[in-house]
């Protein structure tokens, strides 16, 4: 070879292109199931939040704190937590149904806005279901 010819060759360059897509093959998905992940443990925690606020609302109120169904996070974040935003609605909706003796009176629940499958409850008696 002269001194004047540099560069790659074609097979060089498939051969750095192909561990590229390797690497993104395996990389992607797991990055996505990390954001996932960490997605899931914030609208555990913030139904972790509601429960120990909840705690507070019945020993003020001698009752618990319910919305009904649907996206209620804004007024939840209001109400219950005196208009600090605590939970974060962007990926989960949050809501409070009144519950049977069996729940303690109330039922948090944690709903992924994407899909509707992932569901994460807690009770008064801070029992929780699918975390």
């Known amino acids: 070879m002269k001194p004047l010819d540099r560069g790659f060759s074609l097979v060089e360059l498939i051969v750095v292109v192909a561990i590229l897509g390797v690497l993104a093959a395996v990389g992607v998905p797991m990055y996505l199931g990390y954001i996932d992940s960490a997605r899931a443990t914030d609208a555990q925690n913030g139904l972790r939040s509601i429960h120990l606020m909840q705690q507070e609302y019945n ?6 704190y319910t919305t009904g169904e649907g996206d209620k996070t804004a007024d939840i974040n ?15 909706q949050f809501y409070i149904q009144q519950g049977d003796a069996a729940d303690g009176g109330y039922i948090a629940c944690g709903e ?17 279901t699918n975390f």
Do not use: H
Not at 59 to 64: F, I, L, Q
Not at 80 to 89: A, Q, R, S
């Open 112 to 128: 992924d806005k994407v899909d509707s499958s992932k569901i994460y409850k807690i009770n008064a008696y801070n029992k929780t």
């Open 59 to 64: 020993s003020d109120n001698d009752e618990y």
């Open 78 to 92: 209001t109400n219950l937590f005196g208009g600090d935003e605590t939970l974060n609605g962007e990926y989960y």
